[in-house]
């Protein structure tokens, strides 16, 4: 498949050890946050989300941390895989329609 | 089926063929999106739809790309005349908003090349 985020920042990291990739969005209205994870030749695949009204929302080995006053976005990855080698995109939405994305992270599990 | 569809997963046009990529949504799902990802970027809003209404049409960079939904269900992107900076991959999304949840789901993309 095609290759994606060829040229991005790339986070590397041990497998086992913990991710943190930002994000910086740009709107201030933005009432809605999401993080994908994008393998090559593949859709983005929804990770986690986030309302404005909540500084930080826990999944399974996932946390994302919202921080409205500088704008920021983190998205954490306890004990990271192999399998979670991708690139991963922030999004952005207002009145939770069209998503706008940051130009996303590579992340690279070394074993 | 349990995802999004998209339909051809590839496509080769020469340059000013017209070119039609299919959308099979989440099965109930009332909203409908359309983006562009170029390569090595992050995906573009092209369009949005709520059943077979189109709300938003504000991201189709030219009068050459035209989305429909006539049934509120499969949705078909089209581009007439393309042009070379109309390769990218094409991505449908959908989601529920009914259900509370505004969460969307895309599908694999069309890979589209213009030569």
């Known amino acids: 498949g095609e290759s994606v985020g060829l040229h991005l920042p790339t986070l590397s990291v041990q497998e086992g050890d913990n991710s943190i990739i930002n994000c910086a969005y740009s709107?201030?209205?933005?009432?809605?946050f999401i993080w994908y994870k994008q393998e090559s030749g593949k859709g983005p695949q929804f990770i986690i989300d986030?309302?404005?009204?909540?500084d930080k929302r826990q999944g399974q080995r996932v946390t994302v941390l919202l921080n409205k006053t500088v704008k920021h976005l983190s998205l954490q990855i306890a004990a990271t895989q192999p399998g979670d080698s991708a690139v991963y995109f922030c999004a952005e939405a207002t009145g939770r329609r069209a998503l706008t994305f940051g130009s996303g992270t590579r992340l690279q599990v070394q074993p | 089926g349990a995802g999004v569809s998209q339909s051809p997963r590839y496509k080769v046009a020469k340059r000013g063929q017209d070119v039609a990529l299919r959308c099979d949504p989440i099965?109930?799902?009332?909203?409908l999106f359309w983006y562009q990802q170029a390569l090595g970027q992050g995906p573009e809003f092209l369009t949005y739809?709520?059943?077979?209404?189109?709300?938003?049409k504000s991201g189709l960079p030219s009068d050459r790309f035209f989305a429909e939904r006539p049934e509120g269900s499969v949705s078909t992107l089209k581009i007439q005349r393309t042009q070379q900076e109309d390769s990218a991959v094409y991505l449908c999304?959908?989601?529920?908003?009914?259900?509370?949840?505004?969460?969307?789901?895309f599908g694999p993309g069309t890979r589209l090349t213009v030569l």
């Open positions: 709107n201030s209205a933005s009432d809605y």
């Open positions: 739809f709520q059943n077979e209404a189109q709300l938003d």
């Open positions: 986030i309302r404005s009204n909540m």
């Open positions: 999304a959908s989601s529920d908003r009914a259900s509370g949840t505004d969460t969307q789901y």
């Open positions: 099965s109930g799902h009332v909203s």
